[in-house]
């Protein structure tokens, strides 16, 4: 089974009780890619700037990920700066450059078009649109946003939101899209929107599946499942944890020969698995150094923090 992704690729500028980096790697394509990786072959599709070289090649390709759907370009590469002074759970932006991302047509390689998985990760809806119906074919479509597309973008999110089955997104945007501040409101708010599933994240502290399921005398019922994110003794950056969990989720049920619930509840642990690694060092450093062995040695301690018997 392959993921095809489409997101951003970038430099981040990041600050946080931890102290300060200056553009490192990163994007939501990036720290997704990376995640999935450690349980499926994964494709990107994104742009870069004449800034990104051979060294940050070599951070996709020490994980085997396919780049040749990342297109280089004249100009310089999307950038992002975030800061996490005020709070440690959700990013301040301080600027985005869209750069070359502003006049990207997506193109998608012939190689990729087996893909049954496709996920459209952070990036203008526009564009996760654009591949989106390029790839009729695929079995499962995620994807992500923020309250930047949110906000300003709604009309071309909505479209997305139709061509969805699963929306990961943290639960200030979960309120924001559905303008409903209780949650479960929200997440029946959103899903009237397209997705059949809903995984809203919670920061430190973790996440929640909604998913619909057909129930005997009462149509559809929201069925719900919770899972915690692991109690860390230092969160030093958690720039990309979100995309991380993404990765980690979709990459697990990718691998499994079918999307059944127990699978579903399996991807959610080891996409707290994943956001866990992302928050452990600055950037990608982390993700960049694990092995698939300590991913399920952690798995197994999650196992422990919630067994009841
Ligand atoms: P998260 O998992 O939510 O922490 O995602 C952080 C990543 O999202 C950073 O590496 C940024 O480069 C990327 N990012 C920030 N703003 C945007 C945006 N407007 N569009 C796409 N990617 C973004």
């Known amino acids: 089974m392959s993921i095809t992704v489409v997101g951003s690729v970038a430099y981040d500028s990041i600050e946080t009780p931890a102290g300060r980096r200056e553009r490192c790697l990163g994007g939501a394509a990036t720290y997704f890619s990376l995640a999935a990786s450690f349980f499926t072959d994964v494709r990107v599709i994104a742009v870069v700037g004449e800034d990104f070289g051979r060294k940050q090649e070599?951070?996709?390709?020490?994980?085997?990920?396919?780049?040749?759907?990342?297109?280089?370009?004249?100009?310089?590469?999307?950038?992002?700066?975030?800061?996490?002074?005020?709070?440690?759970?959700?990013?301040?932006t301080r600027s985005t450059e869209l750069n070359v991302f502003a006049s990207f047509e997506p193109k998608i390689p012939d190689a990729y078009r087996d893909s049954e998985f496709l996920f459209l990760a952070n990036i203008d809806p526009i564009l996760q649109r654009r591949v989106r119906d390029a790839m009729p074919n695929v079995k499962l479509v995620a994807g992500d946003t923020m309250n930047y597309w949110i906000k300003d973008h709604r009309p071309a999110l909505l479209e997305v939101l139709k061509g969805l089955d699963v929306l990961l997104i943290n639960d200030t945007e979960a309120r924001m899209l559905a303008g409903n501040n209780n949650l479960v409101q929200a997440a029946r708010g959103v899903m009237a929107l397209g997705p059949r599933a809903l995984v809203v994240k919670h920061g430190e502290y973790g996440a929640t599946l909604f998913y619909s399921s057909p129930s005997k005398n009462r149509g559809d019922e929201l069925r719900t499942f919770r899972a915690p994110a692991l109690p860390l003794k230092e969160v030093v950056d958690p720039t990309g944890a979100g995309d991380s969990f993404a990765g980690?989720?979709?990459?697990?049920?990718?691998?499994?020969?079918?999307?059944?619930?127990?699978?579903?509840?399996?991807?959610?642990?080891?996409?707290?698995?994943?956001?866990?690694?992302?928050?452990?060092?600055?950037?990608?450093?982390?993700?960049?150094?694990?092995?698939?062995?300590?991913?399920?040695?952690?798995?197994?301690?999650?196992?422990e923090l919630t067994h009841l018997d």
């Open 248 to 303: 980690g989720f979709f990459g697990y049920l990718a691998s499994q020969p079918e999307q059944t619930p127990t699978a579903w509840r399996h991807a959610m642990f080891y996409g707290s698995v994943m956001g866990s690694y992302a928050c452990e060092r600055f950037g990608t450093e982390r993700l960049q150094q694990i092995s698939r062995a300590e991913i399920d040695a952690r798995f197994n301690v999650f196992r």
């Open 58 to 92: 070599t951070v996709f390709a020490a994980r085997n990920i396919d780049t040749r759907g990342i297109e280089h370009t004249a100009g310089k590469s999307f950038f992002w700066e975030g800061s996490y002074l005020e709070n440690i759970n959700e990013a301040k």
